[in-house]
């Protein structure tokens, strides 16, 4: 038999903290797949967040920190900035990254941090409860939008790549989705560039990854997959958005 | 033959998306209870499986350990 | 030691601290310390070291917990409501048991208050600050040859307990000139990246984990335990309190940094005017040198406690003494720096009133 596909060994042996369907644990196996097959897992240090994946330190098997909520760009700049020769990856949701560490991810990639942002998007707060998060879409009903997210009092969707693209720091700002196999295999291979630009020393990166929370949606993990098809993915495009030169 | 998608069932957590994803249609939910009060899934039908690969990918939680096909014996 | 210099109190803290092999400073501009953090922007790059202006207090201590979690030694310094907004970090520091150095220049408030000198965030400083059940080593100097002496001290315990050492000064100390000696350079050429830290696994056996989280209460215990238990080590071993003129006193001054400095002269004008007056002047504001004052207050007739706050290492003194002898206050709010002479009216009415 010929192995095609197998859980790399970055990835560890404690099962996941995740609801059912959640595809946190997708997000986790192709950062583990990359580390391996770049060979980088001993040379990497992941900056974890507060939000569902604050235990993603017992899911990847590397030196790892947890930040306070919103901090991690700035805590990957300072691992990274004192040690240069580590390979550094934050790990967000969308609440930290793009509501109360929106400073931190601006300004990190506006000095162009050699560091990797994964920044894992399901339009909400989900380890609180699934309150509003300013990437929950005009409309949705969350547990602090019980009428639905209404742009008069709430806003809009905060996009940050196509924020993160208009400024020159970063060098490789892309958004994938976790709702298929095919985007996985894409997500996976925006995921390899970032990383490949921190490698080469090149700059900041950032790969979103829509994401979808089935508990709070109040849906099975198949409708949650079918709603990012047709709700989110409308509104926050898959594609690349800022491809400097030298990302290969 | 042998296995071509190797599943842990302790870590399965029944959400049932590979079983969707499956273009074949070879795995189901099994009714067998794991540790954790989930039924894992299972590969029912080796034979019509392709090894294409899309339970590992869309599985959340490395329960899809492996998939695997078999090698073309060389004459 | 090398010869003396002539340097203010705000670029000889940062030049001890290179000296003490500090590789990161991360910070935010804010009066009245903007001095210091100029000029390890102009040294920290001649060195071969990190310097790095945040987008505010908030990153700038988060940088300095990153930075801390792999060993490295690293600084911070700001000024009181940047000290603020830093405490989140703060705490997180504490209950990661990682090394760092933070220097308050501490300034006049509540709120935007002014720039003046104060000594108002000593309560702040010295219990915590932040949430939850924690502690920094806290060292007051009141020259700048101690400040820079300090520094070196401040990242030597930082790195023994694995904690956050803030070095609480004030706008004064910072713009004062004064002759300097700074010791030998820390040789940081084989630094090695120590065994707990976390920047990347490379060669070690297990990888490293550092977090304040630990969501079973169980286990949170027993990680407070840790903490309390490393705090009552540090109090019984690195307390450091200086003594002045207490021999045959029978009145003891007590204050710490610019006032402490004041005091002195105000001991020594008293002592012409043929009142016994000493000084305690406590180092480490925390651990607190309960012992001295316990020991003091067997001697004198009563302590003078002199702060430009409204009493706050005043409950120190007073839990200290425990009631066996008076203590009384005397204190400038908002900046003011009080004078020798005010001071000296004050210990004369009181020694009046008592003898």
Redesign the interface.
Known sequence: ???????PGA?TDC??T?????????A??IIGELLDEMQL?????I??PVGCS??G?YFI????????HG?AC??????K???P???VITYQGDGDLASIGI??TI?AAARGERICVIYVNNGNYGMTGGQMAPTTLLGQVTTTSPYGREAHANGFPLKVPEMLAVIDGPVYIARASLD??KH??QAKKFIKKAFKVQVNDLGFSLVELISSC?TNWKM???ES?ERIRKQVLPVFPIGELKVDEGVA | M?T?VIVNE??C?????CV??CPKKVLRISDRLNP?G?RPVELFDNEACI????C???????A????????KAKA | MSEKVLMKGAEAIAESAIRAGC??F?GYPITPQNETPEYFSRRMPQVGR?F?Q???E???I?????????G?R?ITTSSSPGISLMQ??FS?IAN?NVPCVVVNVMRGGPGLGDIAPAQADYNQATKGGGHGDYHSIVIAPHTVQEAADLMFKAFGLADKYRIMVVMLMDGLMGQMMEPVEFREWVDVKNNK?PVWA??????RAR???????EILAEGLEKMDIALQEKYTEIKSSEVCCEEYMMDDAEYAITAFGTVARISKTVVDLARERGIKAGLIRPVTVWPFPEMVFKKRAEQVRFFFDVEMNEGQMLLDVRLSVNGKKPVYYYGRLGGIVPSAEEMLDELEKLVGGKK
């Open positions: 038999m010929k192995t095609l596909y197998k859980v990835v099962p996941t995740y609801c059912p369907g959640c595809p946190h644990g997708v986790h196996r897992t001993r040379k990497t240090v900056v974890w604050v235990f330190y098997d590397t030196d790892a920190v947890e930040a306070a901090r700035a805590m990957a700049t300072g691992i900035r004192t040690h020769e580590s390979f400073a931190e300004h298929s196999p996985i295999i089935p099975t993990p198949e997959l | 042998e071509r302790e870590r957590k029944s959400c049932n998306l969707e994803v954790k989930y090894s294409c690969g899309f590992y990918l869309i599985c959340p939680d490395a899809i350990v492996e998939v695997r096909r078999p090698v | 590789m990161a991360f990190v790095l945040a987008e505010s908030v990153a700038a988060n940088m300095v917990y990153g930075a801390a979690c792999t490295t690293v989140e970090g997180y990661s990246i976390t920047a990347g696994q490379g060669k990888r490293n984990i550092i977090t304040s989280l």
